[in-house]
């Protein structure tokens, strides 16, 4: 790497961790804005991993004025993050075009994606749109039948994000049920910090919905990676301590409000694993709607491992409390979401 583009990639972490920052502080002062927003902009995946629910493998993309539509409302909306997933969001081809959208209204934006598709001219054309985040989730060291997402298919895509990504990259990889060697989890995350990335652990449920504790191996793999990957992240995981041991955790999600799910069809829902609630189109969604959200409690809640509604919700978890009741079932199946794991404090 070149000493000009090392000193670009300060600058940029410099202005990443800016922007950060001043959003939440901005969130702590002003509650009527969703802080963090998840859109879809292609359902199909080119991967079909078996513990995960949120793709198919015929979807069409999303056309891109469509998806300009959806981008001009959050933002009116005063949303401070929008993360871009899927599905796999690298099969659309107007991408690029939608990351710059994002960024002309000064939202800040990252992307979730399985990898296979980066290449060193892909990687430039996303430094060029304006990327500020990506994260590849990776669940083991040799393909199985459960996830193709392993390191030896990986790990060249990572040495490209190593030579030629101006924007932060993050490692997740995951335990629980399904995953047959946790201890994989360790190596990856090493891998990952070894690159000057920074590394998360999920924790995946059993298939039938319900929150399998971690046995334990997967606690020691779950705190080796905690205590690897403390850099860049606040400490905002206390919750996933107590989804390890299969406690319950007390918190009042604020998803439908503060945090926002919208489908490829363009509907808003409370998250990914809550698909259906409440369910109303992005472009009828309004601040009324934010405003009832914000006061209702959700059912699910207190063995969510959705990490994205988790940590949005720690900015208000102070505040008022939640007096309406939502009627949402628990789903059949539940996945978790990539978590940031650091320090504890």
Partial sequence: MTQRRAFRRKLAALHRWYRMWSRIAWGLLHTGHPLLAHIIPM???NLSCTYCNEFDEVSPPVPTPEMFRRIDRLASFGTSILTISGGEPLLHPDLDQIIRRIRG????VGIITNGYLLTAERIERLNRAGL??????????????????SLKVLDKKLLLLAEHADFGVNINSVVGAGIRNPDDAVVIARR???LGFTCTIGIIHASGGQLRPLNPQEQEVYGTIKNLGKQEYARFN???REIAFGRPHEWRCRAGARYLYICEDGLVHYCSQQRG???IPLAQYTREDMQREYYTSKACAPY???SCAQQIAMVDNWREPQTLKSHQRLPQRLVQLPAPVQEDA
């Fill in 132 to 149: 500020e985040y990506l994260q590849i989730s990776i669940d083991n060291l040799q393909p199985d039948d459960v996830s193709k997402k």
């Fill in 192 to 194: 990952a910090v070894e």
């Fill in 277 to 279: 609630y409440p369910g």
């Fill in 238 to 240: 206390h919750f996933q």
């Fill in 43 to 45: 359902r199909r995946c």
């Fill in 304 to 306: 969510c491992t959705v």
């Fill in 105 to 108: 209204h000064g939202i800040i």
